[in-house]
């Protein structure tokens, strides 16, 4: 989905419009992010320390601005990327194109006075992208067998590879005995794509080929937006997504309504900008500990019934949550 082709970036002698300028020539494609990376002369890593500064606070004021990681190929290297995420391709363009970056990349290029910073500019994958999905599968491999599981790897990671909106996979070997599995994150475009893949004859197929190299194998899917409050130590489906937020509701919205009533006056000489901050930060704080908590420990029965008294269960819980909210706005209602 993104463009691979690295294009060096013009040195800071040269025009802003020379064939060279990558602000001008580089293949932005369908991508929404590029990595810059470069390296850093010895002797200037306090000045390549000032100067990310003054990069990140001016990246960061750009128009459809996401996110900007700094990374060192390891600890006290010389080499680093500096990856910068747009939530378009256009405003990732604009971006490039933006007489600040150049003047920016051109100081980092004088950093150690002869302007020879190496330096390249390349299209990033957009690994942290909202819309894209993620199945997480993790296998035990029988002893012995680890050849002929890598071998059977290979040939599931050349057949997903070909499908339509596949974003790429990471896999990793077992850590410890504590950690016994085989790990794979295997990421799609969309539901949709990874659904269809996760359906495909194709794959059913390879899976059935596994069962003598493989002991055992679990799988489940990175989409549940409240999964640091829904924990999932057993691997086993979170709650439904309505229910979460059916249980957000419920705790968030005491918060507010009492934010309202007793903070809101405290805070009325402040800017509106800073009040809703301290506000805001107040509520999500409170829901995620511990109202939260003691939420899905009042109605952890609701969240995850008994597969056997389903209907009963489901039934019960939104009584009991229709009548949590009936007392909520009750209670908000006539002494508010």
Known sequence: ?????????????EA????????????????????????????????????????????????DFVSLEIIPAFSGSSEWQIIQRFRSPEALTRWIEDEARTALLADLSALDG???????????????????????ITTIVKAGQEEAFRRWAERIQQVQARFPGY??????APLSSDVPYWTTLVRFEGPAFLDAWLQSAERKAILAEATPQVSTWQSHRMSNPFAGWFANEQ????PPAWKQTCLVLLVLFPVVMLEIRFLSPLL?????????????AISVSLVSWPLMAVAILGLGWW??????????????GMTALAALYAVELFVFSRFM
């Open 1 to 13: 989905m993104y463009e691979p082709d690295a294009i060096e970036i013009p040195n800071a002698g």
């Open 16 to 63: 802003p419009g020379s064939r060279r300028d990558s602000a001008r020539s580089i293949k932005v494609g369908a991508t929404k992010a590029v990595a810059t990376k470069l390296t850093v002369p010895p002797g200037m890593e306090a000045r390549f320390a000032a100067w990310q500064a003054e990069f990140t606070r001016v990246v960061s004021a750009a128009h």
């Open 114 to 136: 002869d302007g020879k910073t190496s330096r390249v500019d390349e299209a990033a994958p957009d690994y942290h992208s909202t819309t894209t999905v993620t199945e997480v």
């Open 167 to 172: 974003m790429g996979t990471l896999v990793q």
């Open 235 to 238: 691997r086993i489906a979170p």
């Open 268 to 280: 009325n000489g402040l800017p509106l900008a800073v009040s809703t901050f301290i506000g805001n």
């Open 303 to 316: 969240l995850r019934p008994d597969p056997q008294k389903r209907w009963r269960t489901e039934v019960l």
